[in-house]
């Protein structure tokens, strides 16, 4: 079994630290004493999760950072060795969602969404790898969903995004194998955070049906964001390749295993769809 990872003294990188999962898993590496880079676009909700992950001689910074933008992204590792003397860890998890089936989205909101949640990842990683390299003992954290093992109607976008996050970690874990950066990826299930909610909605869908959908959404999202970044803190200390978060996301692995082509008549049957 390989020795656990040590988190305290290091310095993790942690997009989408605003609120959610991204705020979880701050909170849970600050618990350890590990120093954490915020990054968001939204400055006030990293602020908040800095104050909220403060403990004494951590030392955690906040930064403006859009993982679409590509100069942004760029320079970041610099700023982050600038005030931290390098990176050890990257939770690549910010990321957006876009309701509604594959011809109710736009072309142009197809793409916003994977400029967020694949190209944003790609662009951190490739970035933040020599940072990484150059540690005794690093790692690259995806974060993926249940939607990139299970791929169910009305969610073409979202899961195309994370089953792309999914082939890329593995992909770049064999890569990566026998040098000192390992790759875990992470497929949280139904997290009771606000995705839903900020989710773009296709032209034309009306306002009763977007709320239907949301609502109809938000029902699966149970399992609260502290409980999802503390089991995805402790994957990581593990050094486990992959990360199931929640008994739903452990479940329908199971069941995509199980009946990798005609799962879904068996989950549409239980949801009564």
């Given at each position: 079994m390989a020795k656990r990872m040590k988190l305290e003294g290091r310095t993790a990188v942690?997009?989408?630290?605003?609120?959610?999962?991204?705020?979880?898993?701050?909170v849970s590496l600050a618990r350890r004493r590990c120093?954490?880079?915020?990054?968001?676009?939204?400055?006030?909700?990293?602020?908040?999760?800095?104050e909220l992950a403060r403990a004494g001689g951590v030392r955690l910074t906040c930064h403006r950072v859009d993982v679409a933008d590509r100069g942004?992204?760029?320079?970041?590792?610099?700023?982050?060795?600038?005030?931290?003397?390098?990176?050890?860890?990257?939770?690549?998890?910010?990321g957006v969602a876009v309701g509604g089936t594959f011809e109710q989205v736009s072309e142009e909101d197809f793409e916003w969404l994977f400029e967020i949640n694949f190209w944003g990842v790609v662009r951190m990683t490739r970035a933040f790898l020599p940072l990484l390299r150059a540690s005794d003992d690093a790692r690259v954290?995806?974060?993926?969903s249940v939607f990139g093992i299970i791929a169910p109607p009305g969610?073409?976008?979202y899961c195309a995004s994370k089953f792309?996050?999914?082939?890329?970690?593995?992909?770049?874990?064999?890569?990566?194998?026998?040098?000192?950066v390992g790759v875990t990826v992470v497929h949280p299930g139904g997290v009771a955070t606000s995705i839903s909610d900020n989710a773009r909605v296709p032209a034309g869908v009306s306002a009763e049906e977007v709320a239907r959908r949301r609502e109809e959404f938000r029902k699966h999202l149970r399992l609260p964001p502290e409980v999802a970044g503390e089991v995805i803190v402790r994957g990581v200390e593990r050094r486990k390749s992959r990360v199931l978060v929640g008994?739903?996301?452990k479940a329908l692995s199971l069941i995509a295993r199980a009946l990798p082509v005609s799962y879904w008549k068996l989950l549409a049957s239980r949801l009564g769809e």
């Open positions: 942690v997009t989408g630290a605003a609120s959610g999962i991204g705020r979880a898993i701050t120093n954490v880079a915020l990054a968001d676009v939204d400055e006030a909700g990293v602020a908040a999760t800095a942004a992204v760029a320079d970041f590792p610099a700023r982050v060795a600038a005030e931290h003397g390098g990176a050890d860890l990257l939770f690549n998890n910010a954290v995806n974060i993926s969610q073409a976008a792309a996050v999914r082939g890329f970690s593995e992909s770049l874990r064999h890569e990566l194998e026998g040098t000192r008994s739903d996301a």
